[in-house]
């Protein structure tokens, strides 16, 4: 596992949203309400971008076709009859004054 550094503890704040790109991964980092997150840049359901996604509470709607998704652990709150995986969720690493993650 190798770290990627993302970004600086110090440029993270309430209604920060980035997307990355570390080889064929797009991640989304984003702090709300204190929180933050990483997750798939890329709607589970048909691969829309999430960056401009309503957030609210700890859930994330994407903006294609509503579904919703627990931002905390990916699950899928709300669909509609097509079935969908869960949104990918990556554990935050902090190392030194930077937050990134640990891939393989
Ligand atoms: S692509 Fe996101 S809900 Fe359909």
Known sequence: MRFFSL???????????RQY?????????IQEQGQRYLVAARCPHRGHPLLDAAMADGVIECPLHGYRFALDSGAVLRRSEEPCH???CHSLVYEGNAVGVMLP
């Open 21 to 29: 790109k570390i080889d064929d991964l797009e991640l989304l980092l």
């Open 86 to 88: 869960a949104l990918a």
């Open 7 to 17: 970004e600086k503890l110090i440029n993270l704040h309430d209604g920060y949203r």
